[in-house]
């Protein structure tokens, strides 16, 4: 298995423009997270699906951003606008899930920047 | 809520030398804990995990041990090598619930 999929790696953009942030989990695996990394805070969880359904955002830092995950194989992560602030490491990560508690699997990230 | 801490933010080792690397929670209703390692550029890889009702689980070179009477957790690493220099973080749960909580992370560096 190639492991869990993030695009892209780099992303460099402007303020006020939207970004989105793609992520394909193991095949087979239930739950799919989001994190964001920076040197402040660390690594963060934003939002965490069962199944493809959302079951925490609590982490999600405001409206500004939103995930999907239409089917069991993809997952997007869009912040709209993008702010400076939101410049950080983006991680997706899955696991087995099925209620009990398995390890995560994360992929590369996506490096953001906002200028 | 939880929160998750590490007693040392760099930890320098020998080569060869065994390594110790502490992590402190405060959810006493925690029940599964996990060790990742990232290396610089790439995500946190999974090492090992113990559940609370163990107080010690030992892998390939590597053991983690848990005190959740001081709410403590050790990751210990045999035999250092140079490859082993990343950051841990250690990660936190509870209740079968998905969401960890990941500790601040502890840079380890080993020297040749």
């Known amino acids: 298995d190639a492991g869990v999929i993030q695009s892209p790696r780099h992303e460099v953009t402007e303020m006020g423009q939207e970004v989105t942030l793609r992520c394909k989990p193991i095949s087979g695996h239930n739950s799919l997270f989001w994190y964001r990394q920076t040197m402040m805070r660390g690594l963060e969880l934003l939002i965490y699906?069962?199944?493809?359904?959302?079951?925490?955002d609590s982490g999600m830092p405001e409206d500004r951003f939103s995930a999907k995950m239409p089917n069991a194989s993809f997952s997007t992560l869009k912040i709209q606008p993008s702010e400076p602030r939101d410049s950080a490491v983006y991680f997706c990560?899955?696991?087995?899930?099925?209620?009990?508690?398995?390890?995560?699997?994360f992929g590369q990230g996506t490096r953001l920047t906002v200028v | 809520g939880e929160s998750v801490g590490l007693h040392l933010p760099t930890l320098s080792v020998q080569e060869g030398d065994n390594s110790i690397i502490n992590c402190a929670y405060s959810n006493s209703a925690s029940d599964y804990f996990i060790w990742y390692k990232q290396e610089s550029g790439k995500g946190p890889q999974f090492i090992i995990d113990i559940r609370s009702n163990m107080d010690k689980r030992q892998g390939q070179r590597v053991t983690v041990l848990l005190n959740k009477t001081v709410k403590h957790l050790s990751l210990q690493i045999a035999a250092t090598q140079p490859g082993d220099s990343a950051v841990y973080f250690c990660?936190?749960?509870?209740?079968?619930?998905?969401?960890?909580?990941f500790g601040t992370g502890t840079k380890l560096q080993v020297i040749p």
């Open positions: 990660a936190v749960s509870s209740g079968g619930y998905q969401k960890v909580t």
């Open positions: 990560a899955s696991s087995l899930g099925g209620g009990r508690n398995t390890e995560a699997f």
């Open positions: 699906f069962n199944n493809n359904v959302p079951i925490d």
